[in-house]
């Protein structure tokens, strides 16, 4: 529960320092005096969105901070305990704003997400305001106050969670099913691509020996000539030739025995010319022994060549890059191949959805069915302690309009109510008046209340528009939520304030140049003067303070 309230320099508020106790404390104070400022500073601790205006004039900056007991709420402690934010004693909230409209999060002293204040303000506190009564026209509220009661909240989530998932994994199952006839075809054109190239089946550094070959067999007989005249000039000719010039050289300079320095060098040269051209002569018989200038081996090679440069041309690209293009053609379709996978995957994945939702839909059905009809009798009881004799609660659950998963459930909830006797059930927003409305809404919040797991609950003024014996029954019903928890109300009524366990009264101090809002804890005398002001004005008449004395007699009783 909430045991401590520190605010600074926010909004007409310079410094509240409030101690806070389990059971029902009332806040009160003069129209204007800003009672509500201290639940408003309560609700920036716990995340509320905010700007630079809350800052106190004159101030660099609002620093609000809430201090919490945790002994009790296992939620709250398994929520810090996950993000290693949990420490021995409270559990402190701190929110600063500075007057250039920067704000800044802690939880114990840890910076931290404005998010994660809201997310740990809702296991912490429960905020009624007077206005909720206004979202009682929403069927999202209908929906939401039912599962609460249902103690179904968590369900509903999962409900919403899986109807999220399915419809994701649907959307994306549609995107890559709506491609698939262009899949096919370019599957097709793929694979019939990738048999060409296939079949070609191009050798490594195949290109370059077909055309060396086919240039070879292209001059053969410029070759075989060549080659001819070569042997002819280097050993066959009669009339002479290399060979036979270079044997009667080295013949003439080796008959002069004894000869160094040039002639030496000479001979040596001329000998490594004759074995090279010896060497040379070899060669060239040795290939024109195995020349063979096959015209079907030619045309052979030009077949080849030409099926290698027409499928690059196709292709439009080097008769080179041919092997290339044939690994990405391969990527490509196997690219394909894994979308097919992935249809046959999210088709599964959505089957599995659809199951799981079925499965959690059905128990929250069936919890909500249960829950309608004691959430409609518990209301319409307190609907006749609240002034409304013979009123009535219906809570319809019509089936969803569409047979895929639906965030909400199975089904809608829409609440109907009859405010008068022999009226029949109608839309809250067609029937009930502005003060009807603000008392069904309240005995809603009370019944809401009493099976909420979060252990305070604030009540902001709720009791707007009702009166008389119907205030008594307000503050008697908030009472008895004190019993049982931490509940603060601000309130108008002074039967609902005669109630309270904790008095605060909020009231303004005027100095010679500003204005500040302080609060104070009323003790039993000062709470029955407050309550005799509330009930007679400014001044007191032994009237008022013997009716105060009565209230809070009978409230303690």
Not at 107 to 118: E, T
Not at 251 to 278: D, K, M
Request: charged share 25%; hydrophobic share 40%; with cysteine.
């Amino acid at each position: 529960m909430l045991i401590h309230l520190a605010v600074n320099n926010f909004a007409i508020v310079e410094h509240l320092d409030i101690e806070l106790q389990q059971g029902m404390t009332v806040i009160t104070g003069e129209t204007g005096a800003g009672k509500s400022i201290m639940l408003d500073a309560l609700g920036l601790a716990l995340g509320d969105r905010t700007d630079s205006g809350v800052v106190r004039p004159g101030s660099d900056k609002a620093d609000i901070l809430a201090s919490f007991d945790l002994s009790e709420i296992p939620e709250a402690r398994d929520w810090l305990a996950q993000r290693d934010l949990d420490q021995d004693g409270p559990c402190i909230l701190r929110r600063v704003i500075t007057a250039e409209g920067r704000s800044r999060a802690y939880i114990n002293g840890s910076p931290c997400p404005q998010a994660d204040l809201k997310a740990l303000g809702e296991l912490l506190i429960d905020i009624h305001s007077q206005h909720e009564h206004q979202s009682l026209l929403k069927t999202d509220t209908h929906r939401r106050l039912l599962d609460e009661f249902a103690g179904a909240s968590e369900l509903a989530r999962q409900v919403q969670l899986a109807a999220q998932r399915w419809r994701q994994t649907s959307q994306q199952l549609q995107r890559l099913s709506s491609n698939s006839n262009e899949q096919r075809a370019q599957h097709q054109l793929l694979s019939y691509q990738i048999e060409e190239l296939e079949n070609l089946a191009l050798g490594d550094h195949e290109l370059e020996q077909l055309e060396q070959e086919h240039r070879t067999l292209s001059n053969a007989e410029q070759l075989l000539a060549a080659c001819k005249q070569v042997l002819d000039l280097c050993s066959d000719s009669d009339a002479g030739n290399v060979l036979s010039a270079l044997a009667t050289s080295l013949q003439r300079l080796t008959a002069f025995p004894g000869h160094t320095g040039a002639i030496s060098e000479t001979v040596s040269l001329l000998t490594s010319a004759q074995i090279q051209v010896e060497e040379a002569v070899g060669e060239l018989n040795r290939f024109l022994d195995h020349f063979d200038a096959d015209p079907q081996r030619q045309q052979l090679l030009e077949e080849r060549l030409d099926a290698i440069y027409n499928l690059a041309r196709k292709h439009r690209i080097k008769p080179l890059e041919l092997p290339g293009l044939q690994q990405k053609l391969l990527e490509e379709l196997d690219g394909l191949n894994a979308d097919d996978l992935a249809v046959e995957q999210l088709q599964t994945e959505l089957d599995a959805y659809a199951r799981h939702y079925q499965e959690k839909a059905t128990e929250l059905s069936r919890m909500r069915q249960t829950a309608a009809a004691q959430l409609s009798t518990a209301v319409e009881t307190e609907m006749q302690r609240l002034g409304m004799p013979g009123g009535r609660l219906g809570i319809e659950l019509p089936a969803t309009d569409t047979n895929d998963p639906h965030p909400a459930g199975l089904e809608l909830v829409e609440f109907l109510v009859s405010a008068n006797p022999g009226q029949p059930l109608k839309a809250l927003a067609k029937v009930a008046s502005g003060g009807e409305l603000s008392r069904i809404s309240l005995a809603i919040q009370v019944i809401t209340a009493q099976t909420s797991r979060v252990p305070t609950l604030v009540f902001d003024e709720v009791d707007v528009g009702i009166g008389g014996p119907t205030a008594e029954v307000v503050g008697q019903l908030l009472r008895q939520l004190g019993e049982h928890g931490q509940v603060l109300t601000v309130t108008h009524l002074p039967q609902v304030a005669a109630q309270g366990h904790q008095h605060l009264f909020v009231h303004k101090e005027r100095g010679s140049s500003e204005t500040r809002t302080a609060i104070t804890a009323l003790d039993k005398a000062a709470q029955i003067e407050e309550i005799a002001r509330m009930l007679g004005g400014v001044d007191l008449t032994e009237e008022s303070l013997a009716h105060a004395r009565k209230l809070v007699t009978i409230a303690n009783n």
